[in-house]
C-alpha cells in the first residue's frame, strides 16, 4: 500500500496540514502507517487530528483500538469446500489475540516515541516539512521480544 507521502504531492500536503492547524489550533494533523515489518493489520483510518496534550500513551491507546476493529473486521469462519461448509477461521483468530496482547511503538521518523511525551512536544521536535506529524506502529516482536 503506499503512503500519503507517496499518494499526495507535497504542496497539497503542506496546503491541507495549514488549514487543519488555522481551523483547530490546539490540535495536531498526524498520519499513522503501519510499519513495514510488523504482522499487526492496515487500519482503514490514517488522518487524525489529535489535541495537543495528548500524551504518546493516550494515543497509543488510540491506535490499539483501531488495529483490534480492524481485526474484528476479519471474517470468522471461511469455506471449506466448495459445498460451501465453513471451518473456524483459526489464523484470523489467533491474529486478533496476539493483536490485544502485543505492546504497540509508535515510531517518528525512526525514532521510538517515550509513552509519557505530549503530543505538542513530539510534534515541536519530528514534524514533517509538509506540516503533518508522521507516526509509524509496530508491534513489540519486531524488536525481537
Known amino acids: 500500500m503506499a503512503s500519503y507521502k507517496e499518494k499526495e504531492p507535497f504542496e497539497k500536503r503542506c ?3 495549514a488549514r487543519i492547524l488555522e481551523k483547530y489550533p490546539n490540535r495536531i494533523p498526524v498520519i499513522v502507517e503501519k510499519g513495514k515489518r510488523t504482522s499487526l493489520p ?4 490514517t ?3 489529535v489535541p495537543k496534550e495528548m500524551t ?3 494515543f497509543c491507546a488510540i491506535i490499539q483500538k483501531h488495529i483490534n476493529d480492524q481485526g474484528d473486521e476479519s471474517p470468522t469462519a471461511q469455506p471449506d469446500n466448495a459445498a460451501g461448509r ?3 477461521a483459526t ?5 486478533r489475540r496476539r493483536a490485544h496482547q502485543q505492546t504497540l511503538y509508535l515510531l517518528c521518523k525512526g525514532v521510538w516515541t ?5 503530543m505538542s512536544e513530539v510534534f515541536a521536535k519530528y514534524k514533517d516539512d509538509d506540516g503533518f506529524l508522521y507516526f509509524t ?3 513489540e516482536t519486531v524488536f525481537g521480544c
Open 86 to 88: 465453513t471451518s473456524p
Open 56 to 58: 504518546i500513551a493516550e
Open 114 to 118: 517515550e509513552r509519557g511525551s505530549k
Open 42 to 45: 492496515q487500519i482503514s483510518k
Open 91 to 95: 489464523p484470523d483468530a489467533s491474529h
Open 15 to 17: 496546503q491541507e496540514s
Open 137 to 139: 506502529y509496530m508491534a
Open 47 to 49: 488522518k487524525f487530528l
